[in-house]
């Protein structure tokens, strides 16, 4: 028996390695550890009490009267981190969820409304009231961990995404408190694989001996500068406290706050492209030039390619190494003419700068320089940020989230609508995606990896469908670029687009309802998927909002200088600050948009985002010919005028 629990244990210590040296668990708690989530031994009650917290207690004062108890020692304890084998514990989850999944669980789930109101010390005599609270609370209390995504299709995608899942605590847990100096316990999740279940572990990180020792932890573990470990701090501080650290901050008085100009940062871009290997060779040696009646042949990991690229000018084939063509969704990271000699492939080097959320935002900023002009017009904050008029303002929390916040507090100040959408620098289909208008919401979600903080269009231009009662809803569009050359920009659009659109009529009252503020509904199980055919949009929109002789057609014209714009900003400059130009490079996008309505009534585009590798089936389903004629644009340099359009100028 002994040499199987030992058997048992090395593997526990292989299979956990990673997360055992991660989380800088000592290694004399190893054993301990395994036993107790082996056999779910929750002992901290013969260690820790529950004290409730006096009015007026001075620790308390400078936080919020969220925590009604905190965390001490029993009177004969002695914990020491060097020696004490068992002094590492388990501490339960009290609530695990998704964040698009909260509502619903507080309203589903048996006692957990009851629970949460009481942990978060809440009192409310209407449930919906008391719902909203704990959705404004919970940002005190959350942790966070990761998993693979449930809306990835392991046949249809070439990487795994990681989705965050957050927790609360169990009251124990949620009643450490937090101190910059005197913290003398670490709390962190493990998952422990034998049984799937994950925990949190509380273990010293020094001696505690005295009797009924207070418990604190360090809510804010990393090496940020003082400033950024403030601000990280915001959502413990009470709400005052909060207003008068912002208030100091402002570009009136901190300027240097908002003197960064990252769109040239070059250690930035270079670590997005840190494995990428690109010489300049190939934007010198010109790919063999076919016959125009050559039949190339065309390596693709592409189903919808395979499917439906029949012009006989293409040979699909098995054999990479014989390919005229690589077209494929994972992406190439070699670039150099030794790698590629004369194969023509579907993508550009260092051309995620527009494909990554963060990347994007930051080379959008050099519009400002290249057009000599300002988008908004009495905002010295979006000004100084030099963002142009056709993206939301947009903040990279890792390196603006002072920034952000002194804006969220002066838009605040302002009573201007607060409300920002928050996204994951390099996901798609929504994935890990918040609408808040909650400060401590945007503060706390990096945890979960890095995000990017847009301001969200309350004001979109809606569409009425007929079969949807009760008002409008929201829409976005969504076009195919396709970029032929970079110098000189070769860049056209297709003519065919499609939408996206929400299932219920818009509304800013609950910012976490997807089917009102979200429009990709094809990846959500039981979800009603809404589709419409251009031609059919450009009549629904011309009828609802063509006043004044702004057709679709012209909002078109607006929509193709907006991408010709990005493309400039995002070449205006060589590796590793702009795409980098290889002539055996071609590349098809997606670029999503959506229509705001402004303070002067007017109508301007707003690019969400640009995606590589996009999903077409929706392009091929309505227009079979479709790759064909994406193919002979990037490949022949045919153009196919009633569906594409050269946009280059």
């Known amino acids: 028996m002994a040499n199987n629990n030992d058997d048992e244990y090395n593997q526990f210590l292989q299979t956990h390695q990673l997360q055992l040296i991660f989380n800088n668990i000592p290694r004399h708690l190893y054993r301990r550890l395994y036993e107790k989530m082996k056999n779910e031994i929750f002992d901290s009650g013969s260690y820790f009490q529950l004290c409730p917290i006096d009015d007026d207690d001075e620790l308390e004062k400078p936080y919020n009267p969220e925590r009604r108890y905190y965390v001490s020692t029993l009177r004969d304890v002695v914990l020491d981190p060097e020696k004490d084998e068992n002094a590492i514990f388990l501490i339960d989850h009290a609530w695990t969820y998704r964040i698009k999944d909260a509502r619903n669980d507080l309203y589903s789930i048996s006692n957990l409304y009851e629970r949460m109101t009481s942990l978060m010390n809440i ?51 949620s009643s450490i408190r937090h101190s910059d100096t005197n913290a003398n316990v670490y709390c962190t999740s493990f998952f422990f694989e034998p049984t799937q279940t994950m925990f949190t572990l509380l273990y010293p990180i020094v001696r505690i001996e005295q009797p009924y020792s207070e418990i604190f932890r360090n809510f804010v573990y990393d090496n940020s500068s003082t400033l950024d470990r403030n601000i990280k701090l915001l959502p413990w501080q009470r709400v005052n406290y909060r207003k008068k650290v912002l208030r100091s901050l402002t570009i009136e008085h901190c300027p240097e706050i908002f003197t ?22 190939t934007t010198q040696i010109e790919p063999t030039k076919f016959d125009k009646d050559h039949i190339l042949k065309v390596y693709t990991d592409h189903d919808l390619i395979k499917q439906y690229l029949t012009d006989q000018h293409y040979q699909l084939i098995d054999n990479y190494d014989q390919a005229d063509i690589i077209f494929l969704k994972k992406q190439i990271q070699d670039f150099r ?60 929390l890792t390196y603006e989230l002072p920034q952000f916040a002194v804006y969220f507090q002066y838009r605040e100040d302002q009573k201007i609508d607060n409300t920002w959408i928050v996204k994951p620098i390099n996901l798609t289909r929504s994935i890990d995606v918040s609408v808040t208008n909650l400060i401590d919401t945007v503060i706390r979600l990096p945890e979960s990896g890095s995000k990017i903080a847009c301001k969200y ?50 509304s800013m009252k609950q910012l976490d309802d997807y089917e009102t503020h979200f429009t990709v509904m094809n990846y959500r199980a039981n979800t009603h998927l809404r589709q419409m055919d251009c031609e059919t949009f450009i009549t629904m929109y011309n009828e609802q909002h063509a006043q004044n002789g702004e057709t679709w057609s012209v909002m078109e014209q607006r929509i193709f200088q907006m991408f010709r714009e990005l493309f400039h900003c995002a070449t205006i400059e060589e590796p590793p600050l702009g795409i980098g130009s290889c002539l055996s ?32 089936d929706r392009a091929c389903a309505s227009h079979p010919n479709f790759y064909n004629q994406v193919f002979n644009v990037l490949f022949r340099d045919l153009i196919d005028e009633q569906n594409v359009t050269d946009i280059s100028v």
């Open 337 to 396: 003419f030794e790698t590629l000699h004369n194969t023509l492939i579907n993508q550009f080097p260092f051309e995620n700068i527009i494909t990554n959320k963060e990347l994007l935002a930051l080379v959008s900023r050099r519009w400002k320089s290249l057009y000599s002009s300002s988008a908004v017009e009495n905002d010295r904050y979006i000004d100084s940020h030099e963002s142009p008029p056709w993206l939301p303002t947009t903040f990279v």
């Open 457 to 506: 269009v309350s004001t979109p231009v809606l569409l009425k469908i007929p079969d949807i009662e009760g008002g409008e809803v929201k829409f976005d569009v969504r076009y195919i670029l396709l970029l032929r050359s970079i110098r000189p920009l070769k860049l056209y659009v297709h003519k065919i687009f499609w939408l996206r659109i929400a299932n219920k009529p818009f």
């Open 260 to 281: 960064k100009k990252l769109q040239n940062n070059t250690e930035i871009f270079e670590e997005c492209h840190k494995n990428d290997l690109y010489d300049g060779s």
């Open 585 to 616: 490079s071609r590349a098809l996008y997606a670029a999503d948009l959506i229509l705001e309505l402004n303070n002067n009534n007017e109508i301007q585009p707003k690019l969400l985002e640009v995606n590589f590798a996009p999903d077409c």
């Open 123 to 173: 009192n409310s005599d209407l449930k919906e009231d008391g719902i909203e609270l704990i959705l404004q609370r919970m940002w005190k209390f959350n942790q966070s961990y990761t998993l693979t995504s449930t809306q990835i299709d392991p046949q249809l995608d070439t990487e795994v995404a990681q989705e965050p899942y957050w927790y609360i605590m169990d009251e124990l847990g």
